[in-house]
T-cell receptor, first 114, second 113 residues
Framework: NAGVMQNPRHLVRRRGQEARLRCSPM?????VYWYRQLPEEGLKFMVY????????ESGMPKERFSAEFPKEGPSILRIQQVVRGDSAAYFC????????????FGPGTRLTVL | KQEVTQIPAALSVPEGENLVLNCSFT??????LQWFRQDPGKGLTSLLL?????REQTSGRLNASLDKSSGRSTLYIAASQPGDSATYLC????????????FGEGTQLTVNP
């Protein structure tokens, strides 16, 4: 059973471009979470999704950021018009059940905005 | 708003020493607590998960305890090895949302040969 997969592992964008980060949860997992780790800071929750539904987006910046988890395919975290402050490691986690089970983390996507 | 604090921020010990990492949280209404390990430039590896109804969990040389009423958890590492060098993160799951994790800033552990 493959673990949580994220791609790309490293992404470089210039200010104003769009960044698309992909996350494929573990097989059989229907809950996906996105976290962001800014340089020298701890991980912060961004959004929690189930298939085709956003359950909790209270940690998501109000502008430029969006997330989806379609019926087929990976979950996508999209950042429009990136700024230097978006440079961070973005981690995806998945679990088979909400609340009770371990969250399994992917290796992360390291976004650098020039 | 839940806040998670980890003490110490950094720890350097000689190989073979037993050590304790501390985690405290401000809101005791948690669903579970998880300890992770993060190696530089890598993702998170789950070490132990403690449900709110449990007092401790053990895996190999690791033992994690939970005192929900006082808002504390400890991670005990026995007979430390250089391969244990990493950042250890404590994360608590919120009761109402059920799923989001609130992380501490971690303890950076160095085990010297």
């Amino acid at each position: 059973n493959a673990g949580v997969m994220q791609n790309p592992r490293h992404l470089v964008r210039r200010r104003g471009q769009e960044a698309r980060l992909r996350c494929s949860p573990m097989k059989g997992h229907s809950h996906v979470y996105w976290y962001r780790q800014l340089p020298e800071e701890g991980l912060k929750f961004m959004v929690y999704l189930q298939k085709e539904n956003i359950i909790d987006e209270s940690g998501m910046p109000k502008e430029r950021f969006s997330a989806e988890f379609p019926k087929e395919g990976p979950s996508i975290l999209r950042i429009q018009q990136v700024v230097r402050g978006d440079s961070a490691a973005y981690f995806c986690a998945s679990s088979p059940l909400a609340g009770t089970d371990t969250q399994y983390f992917g290796p992360g996507t390291r976004l650098t905005v020039l | 708003k839940q806040e998670v604090t980890q003490i110490p921020a950094a720890l350097s010990v000689p190989e073979g020493e037993n050590l304790v990492l501390n985690c405290s949280f401000t809101d005791s209404a948690i669903y579970n607590l998880q300890w992770f390990r993060q190696d530089p430039g890598k993702g998170l590896t789950s070490l132990l998960l403690i449900q709110s109804s449990q007092r401790e969990q053990t895996s190999g040389r690791l033992n994690a305890s939970l005192d929900k009423s006082s808002g504390r958890s400890t991670l005990y590492i026995a007979a430390s090895q250089p391969g244990d060098s990493a950042t250890y993160l404590c994360a608590v799951g919120g009761e109402t949302s059920g799923s989001r994790l609130t992380f501490g800033e971690g303890t950076q552990l160095t085990v010297n040969p």
